[in-house]
């Protein structure tokens, strides 16, 4: 059985399962969970000494099998060199979507998704196209994920987020596209599968053109438009190459898609300049930022995809998220020195709300949060962290304040042996 990363632990992870304890990479695991599924017995990860509570489900497609998943909301219970291991929900924007927008049921593994934008266009109805963000696309209340949010949320569960110095040189488009593909499995949103609304270009091969033109055509047919009918929106993950004029308006160009780009009409381009300005001002000055774009389009009966909403998200080289120059500098020290560290993202929150930039999970038993502060936001920092410190696994913390200066060392990298080693 081939065990995915997603949310499980990795090879060498030992589970209590039925009162025995089994190895991921022992030959008795894959059928010990299908038991467990069977049974509906909940695995327990023995991370800690008195471990944590995991449940199994199974997996899509027609080669099926099955995967230990974590508990909704129970990754930072698991120890921080565990591959289950999540900071919590708090210290991100996860925390405020958690349970309303994004809802995981463990009986059946589906995790349903409330959106806080169409993908549906009524006939005879001019959509109001919007630069999908913080403030535009829905409100941030937590109630629904914005096309930011759910950008995010993928991210999220697809890992990458994650990083490692063994990661280094092997995080490919290819690899970003099947892990975000992975992640988009048993997603429901409106009562339809999140993964058949999503299009995510295949890596571009000259020698491979006509069979992946082929394949986009045939998943982009249900978004075609029809007189008189409600057109079905599809979903659009992809890598930004060019924002600019065309002969009649505006279009972007996706990288892995050089045989058409995506129309955008004059209202969407001057709100994602207005909208955008940061994310586009890091892109434009680093030679080492990918632009990654979410987006809602439809096709038209031209066969032109036209795109009604977006949101754009900047990206180091190692495809993770960044905010801002600060952001980047700090993520590249990280990577630079080879840490090991989980991205924290905004999701729904507006920039107003301080959230962490990073958690360093090398620091021995306790992990560490990683913020970057500015003057004004001190009240608001000091006021989030006496709320989260009233719960448990709260991390401790690592400040760098822009008005000081220069960033100060990094909490020292530290072996789980050297303090308590957490493992039975």
Not at 10 to 15: D, F, I, K, M, N
Not at 75 to 104: F, K, M, W
Not at 214 to 225: E, M, N, P
Not at 265 to 288: C, I, K, N, P, V
Request: charged share 20%; net charge neutral.
């Amino acid at each position: 059985m081939e065990v995915s990363a997603y949310g499980v632990s990795a090879t060498g992870t030992v589970y209590e399962i039925g009162g025995q304890r089994f190895e991921v990479a022992t030959s008795g695991f894959a059928q010990a969970i299908a038991n467990a599924h069977a049974a509906r017995q909940r695995p327990r990860c023995q991370c800690t000494p008195e471990g944590v509570e995991m449940y199994v489900a199974r997996l899509a497609g027609p080669h099926g099998g099955y995967i230990v998943k974590r508990m909704p909301d129970t990754g930072c219970r698991h120890a921080c060199d565990c591959a289950s291991y999540e900071p919590p929900a708090d210290l991100s924007g996860l925390g405020q979507v958690l349970g309303t927008a994004i809802n995981e049921d463990p009986a059946t593994g589906q995790t349903s998704l409330r959106l806080g934008f169409s993908l549906t266009k009524l006939p005879g109805r001019s959509q109001m196209p919007t630069a999908g963000g913080e403030s535009e696309s829905v409100a941030t209340d937590g109630t629904k994920l914005s096309l930011r949010g759910l950008l995010h949320y993928l991210w999220d569960e697809a890992e990458l987020t994650k990083w490692h110095p063994g990661f280094a040189g092997k995080r490919t488009w290819g690899t970003v596209r099947r892990q975000l593909l992975s992640a988009s499995e048993d997603k429901f949103a409106r009562g339809d599968s999140l993964r058949s609304r999503l299009y995510i270009p295949e890596t571009f091969f000259v020698d491979q053109r006509d069979e992946l033109n082929i394949r986009r055509s045939a998943q982009w047919l249900q978004a075609l438009s029809a007189p008189g009918k409600p057109q079905c929106l599809m979903l659009l993950i992809g890598e930004v190459k060019a924002i600019v004029p065309a002969r009649y308006g505006f279009k972007i160009v996706v990288k892995h898609v050089p045989d058409q780009a995506f129309a955008l009409d004059h209202q969407l381009y001057r709100r994602l300049g207005r909208r955008f300005e940061t994310e586009l001002a890091l892109w434009g000055a680093s030679d080492h930022i990918h632009m990654v774009i979410i987006a809602t389009f439809g096709v038209a009966e031209t066969g032109v995809p036209v795109i009604s909403e977006l949101s754009l998200m900047p990206v180091t080289q190692h495809w993770l998220p960044v905010e801002n120059a600060f952001d980047e500098q700090l993520l590249d020290r990280l990577v630079n020195q080879g840490r090991t560290f989980r991205k924290g993202l905004r999701y729904n929150l507006p920039a107003s709300i301080p959230v962490a930039s990073a958690t360093l999970i090398d620091t021995g038993g306790e992990p560490c949060s990683l913020r970057i502060s500015r003057e004004a936001e001190v009240d608001i920092e000091e006021r989030m962290q006496t709320e989260t410190h009233q719960h448990s696994h709260q991390p401790q913390s690592w400040v760098w304040h822009l008005d000081d200066g220069a960033m100060p060392p990094l909490p020292k990298k530290r072996l789980l042996t050297e303090t308590a080693d957490l493992r039975p």
